[in-house]
């Protein structure tokens, strides 16, 4: 979809992402550059303000110019990077200046928060408040809760987790604060709803993902899939990031439950880390690298599908309140999703069944799980076309088209 919207206006939003100038012009993440394009698809203009930072962009970014043709209906405003509080009140009040400059001249606001100093977000949000205009709040997670979580892990260095300690409290406050000052309060999937819904006028589920309908997994990629599960050895798979929040260790260990039982498998986690060393000390420790492969960042999408696509199972280990994109990836690739309980991933499953979970921390449930489905293989194919039909309603486009509606319906100027 390249058409011109008309009489859509004009949408302005924070991303917390970061935006590279180079000599080539600026770079920006894929799935912001995704992203990028569906709001160009819903709205006359659209004007994103984002952290700049200089130098070579990190591997994953792409020219601007690959948004494509909606390309000349996205502007982007640089705003400084400053997560350190000397920098932040040096450039405090020009920056809000820039922010209120744009907030003046845009018909919609929605700006995504997620951090304490430096977070630009928040300060657009309390700008766009103290001018009386109608704006929307979006975060896809709680991020004062990973920050608490990270805190108490052995990640990092114990400088940081001090920090985190200290600031994660302020950070909910903040949160909070915002929060009930919003119009709308569009949180990304149920665990993230379930968190701030109590402080928000006007609570909205909403996902964020970037698959398109042409990923969804094909019939004959689907019935190769169901001829694997019911006789090769177990395929588990998992993509993102080998952090606290993402239980890494408990990954591994409920691994270990299968070679216990002697139960055939072979793992794949796909990404990096701070704890991606940890996770392969443990993983050697157990005897288990020979059947576990670490592929650390996967820069290549198609990639990533393929494994989703191959695997039997997603195992995930999730620990903090969150609404991460790679359950309803699994699912659009017809693969259950086997872990952690939490609001998001009961929703995400509640429709035709396709997972099963275990309350957190729970390993040994976790383990058992996964036994049990490597010796009744009617069972495990069952559960991938349970979840094949959980994943048929999610795609890029429809995500993004009800997000935009939402905003146009709540965030009009003329409601103001």
């Given at each position: 979809?390249?058409?011109?919207?008309?009489?859509?206006?004009?949408?302005?939003?924070?991303?917390?992402?970061?935006?590279?100038?180079t000599t080539e012009g600026w770079f920006i993440?894929?799935?912001?550059?995704?992203?990028?394009?569906?709001?160009?698809?819903?709205?006359?203009?659209?004007?994103?303000?984002?952290?700049?930072?200089?130098?070579?962009?990190?591997?994953?970014?792409?020219?601007?110019?690959?948004?494509?043709?909606?390309?000349?209906?996205?502007?982007?405003?640089?705003?400084?990077?400053?997560?350190?509080?000397?920098?932040?009140?040096?450039?405090?009040?020009?920056?809000?200046?820039?922010?209120?400059?744009?907030?003046?001249?845009?018909?919609?606001?929605?700006?995504?928060?997620?951090?304490?100093?430096?977070?630009?977000?928040?300060?657009?949000?309390?700008?766009?408040?103290?001018?009386?205009?109608?704006?929307?709040?979006?975060?896809?997670?709680?991020?004062?809760?990973?920050?608490?979580?990270?805190?108490?892990?052995?990640?990092?260095?114990?400088?940081?987790?001090?920090?985190?300690?200290?600031?994660?409290?302020?950070?909910?406050?903040?949160?909070?604060?915002?929060?009930?000052?919003?119009?709308?309060?569009?949180?990304?999937?149920?665990?993230?709803?379930?968190?701030?819904?109590?402080?928000?006028?006007?609570?909205?589920?909403?996902?964020?993902?970037?698959?398109?309908?042409?990923?969804?997994?094909?019939?004959?990629?689907?019935?190769?899939?169901?001829?694997?599960?019911?006789?090769?050895?177990?395929?588990?798979?998992?993509?993102?990031?080998?952090?606290?929040?993402?239980?890494?260790?408990?990954?591994?260990?409920?691994?270990?439950?299968?070679?216990?039982?002697?139960?055939?498998?072979?793992?794949?986690?796909?990404?990096?880390?701070?704890?991606?060393?940890?996770?392969?000390?443990?993983?050697?420790?157990?005897?288990?690298?020979?059947?576990?492969?670490?592929?650390?960042?996967?820069?290549?999408?198609?990639?990533?599908?393929?494994?989703?696509?191959?695997?039997?199972?997603?195992?995930?280990?999730?620990?903090?309140?969150?609404?991460?994109?790679?359950?309803?990836?699994?699912?659009?690739?017809?693969?259950?999703?086997?872990?952690?309980?939490?609001?998001?991933?009961?929703?995400?499953?509640?429709?035709?069944?396709?997972?099963?979970?275990?309350?957190?921390?729970?390993?040994?449930?976790?383990?058992?799980?996964?036994?049990?489905?490597?010796?009744?293989?009617?069972?495990?194919?069952?559960?991938?076309?349970?979840?094949?039909?959980?994943?048929?309603?999610?795609?890029?486009?429809?995500?993004?088209?009800?997000?935009?509606?939402?905003?146009?319906?709540?965030?009009?100027?003329?409601?103001?």
């Open positions: 979809m390249t058409e011109t919207p008309q009489n859509n206006g004009r949408l302005l939003i924070y991303a917390p992402v970061s935006v590279y100038g993440e894929k799935q912001a550059a995704n992203g990028l394009r569906l709001w160009a698809e819903n709205f006359d203009q659209v004007t994103v303000m984002m952290p700049h930072q200089d130098g070579p962009a990190p591997v994953g970014w792409i020219p601007a110019a690959n948004i494509g043709p909606n390309l000349a209906r996205v502007n982007i405003v640089p705003l400084p990077t400053a997560w350190v509080l000397s920098r932040f009140a040096k450039v405090y009040y020009s920056t809000r200046d820039t922010i209120r400059q744009e907030i003046q001249g845009a018909d919609y606001l929605s700006f995504a928060i997620g951090g304490l100093v430096g977070d630009w977000g928040a300060v657009a949000c309390l700008q766009a408040h103290a001018m009386g205009r109608r704006f929307a709040v979006w975060t896809d997670r709680v991020e004062s809760e990973v920050v608490r979580v990270e805190s108490l892990s052995r990640a990092g260095s114990f400088k940081s987790r001090i920090k985190k300690r200290v600031i994660h409290r302020p950070m909910a406050m903040l949160e909070r604060y915002v929060i009930k000052r919003a119009t709308i309060g569009l949180f990304h999937g149920q665990q993230t709803y379930d968190a701030y819904a109590p402080f928000s006028k006007k609570p909205v589920i909403v996902h964020d993902i970037h698959v398109n309908r042409d990923a969804h997994i094909t019939d004959d990629a689907f019935n190769a899939k169901i001829a694997s599960a019911r006789s090769d050895p177990l395929n588990i798979v998992y993509v993102g990031r080998a952090t606290a929040m993402k239980g890494p260790l408990h990954w591994a260990s409920a691994l270990k439950e299968l070679s216990v039982a002697g139960i055939d498998f072979k793992a794949h986690w796909l990404g990096d880390g701070p704890m991606l060393a940890d996770l392969r000390a443990q993983l050697e420790a157990d005897s288990l690298m020979d059947r576990v492969t670490l592929h650390g960042f996967v820069d290549d999408p198609a990639q990533v599908t393929a494994r989703l696509q191959a695997a039997h199972i997603f195992l995930f280990c999730h620990t903090t309140p969150e609404s991460p994109r790679c359950l309803i990836e699994s699912l659009i690739a017809g693969t259950p999703i086997i872990g952690y309980d939490g609001s998001y991933a009961a929703d995400l499953i509640n429709n035709a069944g396709g997972g099963h979970l275990v309350p957190i921390g729970d390993i040994e449930g976790l383990g058992k799980r996964l036994v049990q489905l490597a010796n009744d293989r009617d069972q495990l194919v069952e559960l991938n076309k349970r979840a094949r039909e959980d994943g048929k309603p999610f795609d890029d486009e429809t995500v993004f088209a009800h997000r935009s509606e939402v905003i146009k319906r709540f965030l009009s100027r003329q409601q103001e």
